[in-house]
């Protein structure tokens, strides 16, 4: 991005952008490899956009990793993708207290699979002072499980009224900003259970580049398009 054009808007870039992350297995197969080939390389995008993002002044990133529905999935595909997320955790570790980076995630990870857990739980806990950039990854998460999580956890507290504020604080993502921005790519136009409740006021992207070839130039022209967009939030 052009250092001039960057000075000149980055107060109006997104705070927190949302990615959901589609389309690695159909990169995959156009190039003759396996879908698990597809999510290989998808991390590296997840890296590459996360370093972006970070370098552009962007605070918050949440990535959709694995959805609740995607158990549905082989065996072999769902093994290689928490394999490949807790590669990139051990990969990726050392350098976000280096940085300053927090690594949050939102869903079930109870149950996944141990390993997997706990260097999760382990990553939270060694980085929940960090606060200069927050990435968040979505793992056997689904936003309607949890908005019935935050609802059951209200009634367990015995709490009778509840307006936003309160009911924001029983969500995964309390203390996070809603995203600004929600990009999905693969050209397909659906939100599939992603931060239903966080997105109510969100722009919406829906770029045809499969998530791996998804980079820095595809942010670049993404965040122009965002920039062009008026946000009025029911004002006129």
């Not at 939102?106 to 999760?120: E, M, T």
Request: charged content about 35%.
């Amino acid at each position: 991005m052009n250092a001039k054009w960057l000075e000149k808007n980055k107060e109006r870039f997104p705070k927190h952008i949302g990615f959901i992350m589609d389309g690695n297995g159909r990169w995959a197969k156009l190039r003759g490899k396996l879908r698990t080939y597809g999510h290989k390389i998808g991390v590296d995008s997840l890296v590459d956009i996360s370093k972006y993002a970070r370098k552009l002044g962007i605070k918050y990133v949440t990535f959709y990793a694995f959805s609740t529905e995607n158990w549905k999935r082989p065996k072999d595909e769902i093994d290689e993708i928490f394999r490949l997320a807790k590669k990139c955790i051990d990969d990726n570790k050392d350098d976000f207290n280096k940085n300053n980076i927090r690594l949050n995630f939102v869903g079930d990870i109870d149950k996944l699979p141990n390993d997997l857990k706990i260097a999760i739980k382990n990553c939270i806990k060694d980085t929940k002072n960090n606060d200069g950039f927050v990435i968040t990854i979505a793992i056997n998460y689904g936003a309607r499980a949890e908005i019935i999580s935050a609802i059951n956890k209200i009634i367990k507290a015995g709490i009778k009224s509840v307006d936003e504020k309160t009911f924001e604080k029983y969500l995964q993502t309390a203390g996070i900003p809603d995203p600004d921005f929600v990009i999905r790519t693969s050209g397909e136009y659906r939100l599939s259970n992603f931060l239903l409740y966080q997105s109510a006021y969100s722009e919406l992207y829906f770029p045809k580049k499969y998530w791996p070839d998804f980079r820095e130039k595809a942010l670049d022209k993404a965040i122009k398009v965002y920039l062009k967009r008026n946000r009025r939030y029911g004002n006129v």
